[in-house]
C-alpha cells in the first residue's frame, strides 16, 4: 500500500486564541477566500503567526521566534545523519565536530528541512 503524504498547508493563525486566516486575516467563521485564493501560499506569515498577532502578542510571539519551524510553527528537532553519527564514534574528539556539521534541523508537523550545523549555533 502506497500511502503519499499530503503536503501540509498553514490555513489559519497558529497562535492559541487567535483563529484568523492567513489570507484575509479575518477570523475563519467569517473568512470569504476562495478555495483558488487558499490554493497559493500566505503572506507576511512567521512561525505560522499572522502579522497582526507578532504586532499585539510580542511576548508569546519571542518565545516562539527561533525555536520552532519558520513556516508553520511546529516543534523542531535535530536529527544527525549516519556519516555524522559514524565519524563521531570512529573519530572520537574530531567526529564530534563533524557530526555536528551534518546534523539537519526538521519540523515535526511540514518536514520542512532546515541546515542546522555549526552555523545554525550561531
Not at 565536530?97 to 532546515?114: G, L, Y
Amino acid at each position: 500500500m502506497n500511502k503519499k503524504k499530503s503536503q501540509f498547508r498553514r490555513v489559519k493563525c497558529a497562535r492559541k486564541g487567535c483563529g484568523k486566516c492567513l489570507f484575509c486575516l479575518k477570523h475563519v467563521s467569517e473568512c470569504g477566500c476562495t478555495e483558488e485564493q487558499k490554493s497559493s501560499q500566505p503572506r507576511n506569515v512567521l512561525y505560522g503567526w499572522c502579522s497582526k498577532c507578532r504586532v499585539t502578542h510580542k511576548a508569546m510571539y519571542k518565545r516562539v521566534e527561533g525555536h520552532c519551524c519558520t513556516y508553520c510553527g511546529g516543534d523542531v528537532e535535530d536529527n544527525f545523519s549516519s556519516c555524522g553519527i559514524i565519524s563521531a564514534i570512529l573519530l572520537f574528539p574530531l567526529g564530534i565536530v563533524i557530526c555536528c556539521c551534518t546534523k539537519e534541523r526538521k519540523c515535526v508537523i511540514c518536514d520542512t528541512a532546515t541546515g542546522g550545523g555549526v552555523l545554525g549555533w550561531w
